[in-house]
Nanobody, 121 residues
Framework: QLQLVESGGGLVQPGGSLRLSCTAS????????IAWFRQAPGKEREGVSI????????YYAEAVEGRFTISRDNAKNTVYLEMNSLKPEDTAVYYC??????????????WGQGTQVTVSS
């Protein structure tokens, strides 16, 4: 089983930055991607960024392209989401997930508990 724990959320002003962390523990070989999803109140959970753990390719939703960066530190079993130029519409609970890849939440079997990001002045 794989366990994922997110951290790094908080309150930030518009235009500010935050770095989220997702640390994995346990072992499983049945996933090929780590992704960040987010869910705002009253909205569907949406994919933000994906990293293919086999080839390292990264993918971003159009809404965050150029502002967010996904990266990993294999020695720490941690994936990061660096978020810059934050906007109020980025406010959501952010989740990391491990699974087959793609933008569909159902394709991910392992989920963290989520961390709140609030962008407000």
């Amino acid at each position: 089983q794989l366990q994922l724990v997110e951290s790094g959320g908080g309150l930030v002003q518009p235009g500010g930055s935050l770095r989220l962390s997702c640390t994995a523990s346990g072992f499983t070989s049945d996933y090929y991607a780590i992704a960040w999803f987010r869910q705002a109140p009253g909205k569907e959970r949406e994919g933000v960024s994906i990293m293919n753990i086999i080839d390292g390719n990264t993918y971003y939703a159009e809404a965050v392209e150029g502002r967010f960066t996904i990266s990993r530190d294999n020695a720490k079993n941690t994936v990061y989401l660096e978020m810059n130029s934050l906007k109020p519409e980025d406010t959501a609970v952010y989740y990391c997930a491990a699974g087959l890849g793609g933008w569909v939440a159902d394709w991910y079997s392992y989920w963290g508990q989520g961390t709140q990001v609030t962008v407000s002045s």
